[in-house]
């Protein structure tokens, strides 16, 4: 049993760059693989990055490659999605997610969600 809470969103300009924060709790968050969603307006929810467990390997949607950066603490229980050159298309509820095996693509494979946090790029 996982509980996740995001923070960090909020109004950022084209160009610029913000670090979400994912808070977890409950037993064995350390061997959780960890990742990011993000649902834009009007569109359905799509995979951002992942992370192992141990933080050793990690992975991006075609989107954001080169631009976000998934990293985890684990004796801190938080996983981090830092944003940079941030565009207005990344406007999006910004969603932390965790399971018990492993993190893709596939949005219906992820056993914990936490309530998203709201990422605002303007122009």
Same mark, same amino acid.
């Given at each position: 049993?996982?509980? @996740?809470?995001?923070?960090?969103?909020? @109004?950022? =300009?084209?160009?610029?760059? @913000?670090?979400?924060? *994912?808070?977890?709790?409950?037993?064995?968050?350390? %061997? !959780?693989?960890?990742?990011?969603?993000? =649902?834009?307006?009007?569109?359905?929810?799509?995979?951002?990055?992942?992370?192992?467990?141990?933080?050793?390997?990690?992975? !991006?949607?075609?989107? +954001? &490659?080169? %631009?976000?950066?998934?990293? %985890?603490?684990?004796?801190?229980?938080?996983?981090?999605? =830092?944003?940079?050159?941030? &565009?207005?298309?990344?406007?999006?509820? !910004?969603? *932390?997610?965790?399971? %018990? @095996?492993?993190?893709?693509?596939? +949005?219906?494979?992820?056993?914990?969600?936490?309530?998203?946090?709201? +990422?605002? +790029?303007?122009?």
């Amino acid at each position: 049993q996982v509980q @996740l809470v995001e923070s960090g969103g909020g @109004l950022v =300009q084209a160009g610029g760059s @913000l670090r979400l924060s *994912c808070a977890a709790s409950g037993r064995s968050f350390g %061997r !959780y693989p960890m990742g990011w969603f993000r =649902q834009a307006p009007g569109k359905e929810r799509e995979f951002v990055a992942a992370i192992s467990w141990t933080g050793g390997s990690t992975n !991006y949607a075609d989107s +954001v &490659k080169g %631009r976000f950066t998934i990293s %985890r603490d684990n004796t801190k229980n938080t996983v981090y999605l =830092q944003m940079n050159s941030l &565009k207005p298309e990344a406007t999006a509820v !910004y969603y *932390c997610a965790a399971d %018990r @095996l492993v993190i893709t693509p596939d +949005v219906n494979g992820v056993d914990y969600w936490g309530k998203g946090t709201l +990422v605002t +790029v303007s122009s």
